[in-house]
């Protein structure tokens, strides 16, 4: 059974940081791509990185350039997410998906198949 499961979600001050893991498990092949999205509730489900699996090429929205850095451990088979300078506007639920197939666009939400739960990222003025 495939699985993503998030961890390292939590409370901090604005300034702090934060790294969010994604521990993947029951791929029989690597994804094609791998992202952080986060929601905040009544909005749309926003990109903020993702990462090639193979090549290890990494693309970030404009909000996280210069403060997140997303990487990952292909022999834990782990995704992480640091998280740097936090602002409270970095307030939301953060999601980990992976994209199997080459078809499509990893910047786009749709395009992925498999997600974790989320966890909460919290940061308070």
């Known amino acids: 059974q495939v699985q993503l499961v998030e961890s390292g979600g939590g409370s901090v001050q604005a300034g702090g940081s934060l790294t969010l893991s994604c521990a993947a498990s029951?791929?029989?092949?690597?994804?094609?791509?791998m992202a952080w999205f986060r929601q905040v509730p009544g909005k749309q489900r926003e990109r903020v990185a993702f990462?090639?699996?193979?090549?290890?090429?990494?693309y970030y929205t404009d909000f996280a350039r210069g403060r997140f850095t997303i990487s990952q451990d292909s022999a834990k088979n782990t995704l992480y997410l640091q998280m740097n300078s936090l602002k409270p506007e970095d307030t939301a639920k953060y999601y980990c998906?992976?994209?199997?197939?080459?078809?499509?666009?990893?910047?786009?939400?749709?395009?992925?198949?498999?997600w974790g739960q989320g966890t909460q990222v919290t940061v308070s003025s």
């Open positions: 998906a992976a994209r199997m197939t080459a078809y499509g666009s990893c910047r786009d939400a749709i395009s992925y198949g498999t």
């Open positions: 029951g791929f029989t092949y690597s994804p094609y791509c």
């Open positions: 990462i090639y699996v193979g090549d290890g090429n990494l």
